[in-house]
């Protein structure tokens, strides 16, 4: 009762807050008081940001594509040097070092010198960024008209194409689901994906090291572990911790090699899905990195029950991805990985809390998140069989 009380005030405040924003003369009257002129400037230019977000967007790709951040990596150049460079006329150019300034890729260093921003400088050392941003230009054709995207269903995508593993409509339903088809799936399915998760790991893997100890244990097990990048990152900082990489037989193929060039063959290898096979046992720490996200309730609930079953008690499961409403950061997991997620045909993004729930679900004792440095990019659920 006093719950649905709650409900009715909170609509009624919302609709008489929302009449009043509406009102145009309002508008006007906020921009010319002293007290809210403020207010009324942050809001109305924080809706240009995101007005005009896809063409910084676009701006950020041409001056990657430009080679603009590469070639000022390695020290000032002129206007003239840079259109050399890209083989683009010298007003074009400037045109475009004008959008990158404003962006803060590129800064003037006088006359007619450039060099890199404070965000070109970050990025252009920023292996994983910069793959980043590459991949997004397939993201960013599917949502060339996003009402169609959304209305034609999930997985309708160029993104499904690019994440085998992901349900999509046209490769039957579920793709992964059928192991036997996974054990005779070419590395060239699972290539392109596995090299960019591999090149956007570190981001990743520095702030689960930074924020869990992993010295109290004596096997980790990455489930979903692509060509190993994050095992390989641990292992520089724990060389004696035991290691296991499962992830579907294609990938695994294609992670032998990659560890073997590391000096990293003793770590054992499992070929499967997660979807059929039950996780192999020994390890008392499996990690989940950026995998829960990418699949719907039944498949994660699923997981986290296997999971459960390969821990002895006491062991514990690590959840590390990015998550919804993150404060600070709420794009990310509603805007960001709802639409992405929904291209690529399947899983959400999920809270924090969500997540607690599902761990409870699964049997899981306790389960608490993990600070981490960047909660933007990736947040730590820990939990305790
Ligand atoms: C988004 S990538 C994350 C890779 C890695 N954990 C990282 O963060 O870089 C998801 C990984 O889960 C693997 N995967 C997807 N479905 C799977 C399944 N059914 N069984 C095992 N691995 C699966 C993929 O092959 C891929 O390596």
Redesign the pocket.
Same mark, same amino acid.
């Given at each position: 009762m006093a719950e649905e009380r709650a409900k009715g005030w909170k609509l009624r405040w919302l609709t008489a807050r929302n009449r009043v924003l509406m009102d145009p003369g309002f508008q006007r009257f906020a921009m010319r008081n002293p007290l809210l002129r403020r207010t009324a400037q942050r809001h109305a230019n924080s809706m240009f940001q995101v007005i005009s977000g896809f063409v910084q967007t676009k701006a950020l790709t041409a001056a990657v594509d430009a080679g603009i951040v590469r070639r000022l990596a390695a020290g000032a150049a002129t206007t003239a040097e840079l259109a050399q460079g890209a083989g683009l006329a010298l007003d074009a150019m400037q045109r475009l070092l004008g959008a990158a300034r404003a962006i803060d890729v590129v800064e003037s260093a006088g006359d007619d010198l450039w060099v890199l921003g404070q965000r070109g400088a970050a990025l252009a050392s920023n292996e994983g960024a910069l793959a980043m941003i590459e991949h997004h230009k397939i993201f960013y054709d599917d949502l060339a008209d996003p009402i169609d995207l959304l209305k034609r269903g999930r997985g309708k995508s160029k993104l499904a194409d690019f994440?085998?593993?992901?349900p999509a409509a046209g490769r039957g339903e579920p793709a992964?689901?059928d192991?036997a088809s996974?054990q005779g799936a070419g590395e060239g399915a699972?290539a392109p994906?596995?090299a960019l998760?591999?090149a956007?790991?570190p981001m990743?893997?520095q702030q689960v090291i930074d924020a869990y100890r992993f010295d109290r244990h004596q096997c980790l097990m990455? *489930?979903?572990?692509? !060509?190993g990048?994050?095992l390989a990152e641990v292992a520089a900082r724990h060389p004696r911790l035991a290691m296991k990489l499962?992830?579907?037989p294609?990938?695994v193929e294609g992670a032998r090699a990659k560890l073997a060039a590391q000096g990293l063959s003793h770590i054992a290898l499992h070929g499967?899905?997660?979807?059929?096979?039950p996780l192999p046992q020994g390890a008392d720490v499996i990690?989940? *990195?950026?995998?829960c !996200?990418?699949?719907d309730d039944d498949?994660v609930r699923a997981l986290l029950r296997k999971a459960h079953a390969a821990l002895p008690s006491g062991g514990r499961l690590l959840i590390?991805?990015p998550m919804a409403q993150t404060p600070g950061a709420e794009t990310m997991g509603d805007a960001y990985f709802g639409l992405y997620l929904w291209a690529m045909g399947s899983g959400r993004p999920r809270t924090a809390q969500a997540y607690l729930s599902l761990l409870a679900e699964a049997g899981f004792t306790s389960a608490r998140e993990v600070r981490t440095a960047l909660p933007m990019a990736t947040r730590l659920i820990v939990a305790e069989r």
């Amino acid at each position: 009762m006093a719950e649905e009380r709650a409900k009715g005030w909170k609509l009624r405040w919302l609709t008489a807050r929302n009449r009043v924003l509406m009102d145009p003369g309002f508008q006007r009257f906020a921009m010319r008081n002293p007290l809210l002129r403020r207010t009324a400037q942050r809001h109305a230019n924080s809706m240009f940001q995101v007005i005009s977000g896809f063409v910084q967007t676009k701006a950020l790709t041409a001056a990657v594509d430009a080679g603009i951040v590469r070639r000022l990596a390695a020290g000032a150049a002129t206007t003239a040097e840079l259109a050399q460079g890209a083989g683009l006329a010298l007003d074009a150019m400037q045109r475009l070092l004008g959008a990158a300034r404003a962006i803060d890729v590129v800064e003037s260093a006088g006359d007619d010198l450039w060099v890199l921003g404070q965000r070109g400088a970050a990025l252009a050392s920023n292996e994983g960024a910069l793959a980043m941003i590459e991949h997004h230009k397939i993201f960013y054709d599917d949502l060339a008209d996003p009402i169609d995207l959304l209305k034609r269903g999930r997985g309708k995508s160029k993104l499904a194409d690019f994440w085998t593993y992901a349900p999509a409509a046209g490769r039957g339903e579920p793709a992964a689901a059928d192991a036997a088809s996974w054990q005779g799936a070419g590395e060239g399915a699972v290539a392109p994906y596995s090299a960019l998760m591999a090149a956007s790991q570190p981001m990743v893997a520095q702030q689960v090291i930074d924020a869990y100890r992993f010295d109290r244990h004596q096997c980790l097990m990455d *489930v979903g572990g692509g !060509h190993g990048a994050f095992l390989a990152e641990v292992a520089a900082r724990h060389p004696r911790l035991a290691m296991k990489l499962f992830d579907l037989p294609a990938v695994v193929e294609g992670a032998r090699a990659k560890l073997a060039a590391q000096g990293l063959s003793h770590i054992a290898l499992h070929g499967g899905s997660f979807r059929d096979d039950p996780l192999p046992q020994g390890a008392d720490v499996i990690s989940l *990195v950026r995998i829960c !996200h990418d699949h719907d309730d039944d498949v994660v609930r699923a997981l986290l029950r296997k999971a459960h079953a390969a821990l002895p008690s006491g062991g514990r499961l690590l959840i590390a991805e990015p998550m919804a409403q993150t404060p600070g950061a709420e794009t990310m997991g509603d805007a960001y990985f709802g639409l992405y997620l929904w291209a690529m045909g399947s899983g959400r993004p999920r809270t924090a809390q969500a997540y607690l729930s599902l761990l409870a679900e699964a049997g899981f004792t306790s389960a608490r998140e993990v600070r981490t440095a960047l909660p933007m990019a990736t947040r730590l659920i820990v939990a305790e069989r």
